[in-house]
């Protein structure tokens, strides 16, 4: 059994309104028997820094002061410190992988079928399903077994998941080209506080650093990242660790 675990990074500009240009959903892939200790990694490493919270992309940001903060009082330099010794703790074991939907907001509203917010994260989600998909498929002919998996999505409120499990279960059950997509994949999407899941706080992690490599061109942490990111046999990311939506007319950076 593998675990992904998914978050997002960026918030989607509404339809005609100025915002970021991107919007990254990241999977981080973990085997089931490589989660404790890698969970017990991150407890570990907090208590040894004192870091006493939750695991946060945006807590890293330069100036960022928030009460909930752990990191407020530490320099730039500790803050950055602490990043790579987390992003270290995933790249340190081979068998965990990431596949990320990376989307350009103002180009997929040119779609017809986008038209909100809520479009934006159901397009990029999709596209990390079927990543996962196609991982255990990897997973399963390199093995010569057949591995399954769930998804363990971050709890956002109410509307927000209802919606989520509804169009997942969509995703695995309707008839036509989505029923024979995700024979792997079991139940539906599972949902949890992020700051009681160590899967969900690394995927945070990993999220911003595609985010930023994209939306601010800058590529110090996603380089650090960018071993974990599935590929296909001949080395490739672009389709096979990051998938870009919509690809037709795409403008911005290409993973090679």
Not at 118 to 133: G, L, S
Not at 206 to 228: C, K, M, N, S, Y
Request: charged share 25%.
């Amino acid at each position: 059994m593998h675990l992904c675990f998914v978050d997002e990074s960026g918030t989607p500009a509404k339809l005609g309104a100025a915002g970021s240009r991107y919007f990254v959903i990241a999977g981080l892939i973990i085997p089931e028997d490589k989660w404790h200790r890698i969970s017990g990694h991150l407890q570990g490493q907090k208590a040894n820094r004192g870091y006493h919270g939750e695991l946060k992309w945006r807590y890293f940001a330069p100036n960022n002061a928030e009460p909930a903060n752990p990191m407020r009082e530490w320099d730039q330099a500790a803050r950055n410190t602490f990043r790579s010794l987390m992003f270290r703790i995933l790249t340190s074991d081979r068998s965990i992988k990431v596949v990320a939907g990376v989307c350009d907001a103002p180009l997929a509203y040119g779609l017809g079928n986008v038209n909100e917010q809520a479009d934006i994260y159901f397009r990029t989600y999709k596209v990390v399903t079927e990543r996962f998909q196609y991982a255990l498929q990897d997973i399963s002919r390199e093995s010569g077994k057949t591995f399954h998996g769930i998804i363990v999505a971050d709890h956002r409120g109410t509307g927000d998941d209802k919606r989520l499990r509804e169009q997942h279960q969509r995703l695995l059950d309707e008839t036509g080209s989505y029923s024979s997509n995700y024979p792997n994949l079991i139940e539906g999407c599972f949902l949890s506080p992020s700051h009681t899941s160590a899967g969900i706080q690394f995927a945070d992690m990993v999220a911003g650093a595609i985010w930023r490599r994209f939306e601010h061109d800058d590529a110090t942490f996603f380089d650090q990242i960018r071993p974990l990111l599935r590929t296909s046999p001949s080395g490739a990311i672009d389709g096979f660790g990051l998938a870009r939506f919509p690809k037709r007319g795409w403008g911005g950076p290409i993973v090679a």
